[in-house]
């Protein structure tokens, strides 16, 4: 007697068991019936959302894809508090949250992005970037002014700084009118195709030069900063020795039509990687990784910045400085477009007074 009485327990809690799992799937078939078209129709909107963006939704659409998906909102809370099937709530649970992204989401083209960048992002980053851009351009000053005494005092440093292929028989050693050869000499007689072969080197090699400056500057900043200092070095070099010769005007000129930008642009990819590396010289409150982080997205846009400067000084240098010969156009060029970025960085991304006011 006493067996059949333990079976007779468990073969009423067994069926109290399956009553109960039959009652939770009749109640989440109801609760899925009352409400199941209403996401279907959300689930259509966000569908045809996801693959050509809100735009390609009428007036009457959007407002329905707000709606469902505050619907869809409160259907997965209410589901969640009377504990229905988990199938249920893993749909509602992806369908909220594909209905977020496609609400709440910045919808952004690439071009709306890239637009954004260039007119807000990259000026703004500059402007945060005041100690980290006077350790670049302050690099880059003291080693031109150390290369050019150096050389004053004693020639023979410019074989210390200079590489030989960057040389190229433009050494102390070289007359006047061959220096002077090599800053007008027949270059606009190139065709378009070595120009452009010339232009795509100077890229390549002004590129390799920058991404080290920049990638080096998380080493607590310091090699980025002797290896601005050494371009540097050799700039002033070499100005040092045209000058000596009588072509100082001439060396300028030659220099400023592609040089302000270019040797901009390693002083600012030279403030990216002090960026960097002060983040983790100087975390302040935050922790190395969290100030390195932080730190990260004005370094980009710097380092962004550099490439950009570097594209038109590769463009200058290879097409224009090669076919202007006179140095007075070089020199308005070259400086032109040197207040052309002073006024893009300084001025863009501005908020106006309205626009400030009305925050406030």
């Known amino acids: ?54 735009a390609a939704l009428g007036y009457d659409e959007v407002r329905n894809l707000a709606s469902g998906y505050r619907q869809a909102m409160n259907s997965l809370s209410v589901a969640r508090d009377i504990s229905l099937d988990r199938a249920l709530i893993a749909y509602l649970e992806s ?54 005494r150096l050389y004053e005092n004693d020639p023979s440093w410019f074989y210390t700084f200079v590489p030989p292929e960057m040389a190229d028989q433009r050494t102390p050693d070289a007359s006047a009118d061959y220096l002077r050869s090599t800053i007008y000499g027949d270059e606009g007689q190139h065709d378009s ?20 400056i920049f990638t080096l500057g998380v080493f607590v900043s310091v090699p980025s900063f002797i290896l601005t200092f050494y371009n540097g070095l050799i700039l002033g070099a070499f100005f040092a020795m045209f000058a000596r010769k009588g072509l100082g005007y001439d060396v300028f ?37 969290e100030a390195l982080r932080h730190q990260a997205h004005d370094a980009v846009k710097l380092a962004i910045l550099a490439a950009l400067m570097l594209v038109v000084a590769a463009f200058i240098e290879g097409f224009l400085r090669q076919l202007i010969q006179d140095p007075t156009s070089r020199l308005i060029i070259g400086w032109g477009v040197g207040l052309f970025w002073i006024a893009w960085l300084t001025l863009g991304g501005r908020e106006s007074k309205a626009s400030r006011e009305a925050v406030r």
């Open 253 to 289: 000129a030659w220099l400023s039509i592609h040089g302000v930008t270019e040797l901009a642009a390693i002083a600012i990819a030279c403030a990216g990687g002090a960026r960097l590396g002060l983040a983790v010289l100087l975390p302040g409150a935050r922790t190395r990784k």
């Open 95 to 148: 369908l909220c949250a594909r209905a977020y992204l496609v609400v709440y989401a910045p919808q952004e083209s690439l071009g709306g992005l890239t637009t954004r960048l260039l007119t807000r992002g990259i000026p703004q980053a500059v402007r945060r970037s005041a100690l980290p851009l006077f350790i670049g351009f302050l690099a880059l000053i003291l080693g031109a002014a150390a290369g050019y």
């Open 1 to 54: 007697m006493m067996d059949i009485g333990i079976d007779g327990r468990i073969d009423r809690g067994a069926t109290a068991n399956a009553g109960a799992v039959q009652n939770d799937m009749l109640r989440s078939a109801r609760f899925r019936v009352e409400r199941e078209a209403h996401w279907r129709q959300l689930d259509i909107l966000v569908t045809r959302a996801e693959r050509g963006g809100t």
């Open 193 to 212: 195709d070595q120009l452009a072969a010339f232009s795509a080197f100077l890229f390549s090699h002004n590129t390799s030069i920058v991404v080290l």
